[in-house]
């Protein structure tokens, strides 16, 4: 099966500055892999290069196939891959429904509908009249999911979604969504900082240390070296 995503030989950076440096990788469909890393390793700017949201980038990035190299954001997006943001999203000042309606005019058919959102996440149902500035950080995050699911994209990249909550929390979060993903055959690509919880719900990862990918391979095989995860993740 050919990749879903591509990268072969990408560097990105700001004003000049590298921060990454000859990254290739492929994602076949229904991989779910997880990019992990020290702070500053570069895991948003590799996210970032994909969207096309701020970096320079050199070599060559490919969604199902087309080259979007300096595409704008919402055209990449169109080709079927959705971005749960890190910082999450949405708008602030409409309801917990009312932004999740809006992620649906994407225009793409698909089986996710705000009903399904609200059986996976059934503290967003409660919670649908609700300004999302109101919401807690976890309902943050399920809504931010919510409305990549919504878009109906086979590919999801989710930046740090257990960033800022309490672990119960974002473990309940994350293995919610990805169980659901994983029985829908999603690809997701996750940047994950909880690294038991990325080695043990992605069959694959990928460590990158000072912007280049140090591992890339099975989880398990990862797990087992404990040098390399104390030398770049200091485990
Ligand atoms: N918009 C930007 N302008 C300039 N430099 C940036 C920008 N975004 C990130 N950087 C720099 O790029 C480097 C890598 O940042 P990046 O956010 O990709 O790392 P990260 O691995 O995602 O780290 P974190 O876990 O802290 O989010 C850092 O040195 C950071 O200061």
Redesign the pocket.
């Known amino acids: 099966m050919s990749p879903v995503l591509e990268l072969s030989g990408v560097s990105a950076g ?2 000049g ?1 590298a ?1 990454l440096e000859g990254v290739s990788l492929a994602l076949r469909p229904g991989e779910r892999v997880a990019v992990l ?10 996210v970032h290069a994909v969207f096309n949201l ?1 970096p320079q980038v050199a070599g060559s990035v490919r969604v199902m196939g087309r080259e979007v190299a300096g595409w704008p954001t919402h055209r990449i997006a169109r080709l079927g891959i959705a971005l749960v943001p ?1 910082g999450r999203g949405g708008f602030p000042d409409l309801t917990v429904a009312e932004n999740l309606r809006l992620a649906t005019l994407s225009g793409r058919s698909g089986t996710w509908t705000l009903d399904r959102v609200f059986t996976l996440f059934p503290r967003l149902a409660e919670r649908r009249a609700t300004l999302s500035s109101a919401l807690s950080g976890g309902e943050r995050q399920m809504l931010a999911i919510g409305r990549a699911l919504l878009t109906q994209a086979p590919v999801l990249v989710l930046d ?1 979604p257990s960033e800022g909550l309490a672990p119960p929390i974002a473990e309940e979060v994350i293995v919610t969504t990805l169980g659901r993903l994983e029985a829908e055959g999603k690809t997701v690509l996750i ?1 994950e ?1 909880n690294l038991p919880l990325a080695l043990r719900l992605c069959e694959r990862a990928i460590l ?1 240390a000072g912007g280049r990918i140090v591992f890339d391979g099975a989880s398990a095989t990862l797990q087992a070296r404990r040098e390399m995860l104390t030398e770049h993740l200091g485990v």
């Open positions: 700001y004003g500055a921060v890393g020290r702070n500053g390793a570069g895991k948003t700017t590799l701020g890190q740090e940047v900082q990158l």
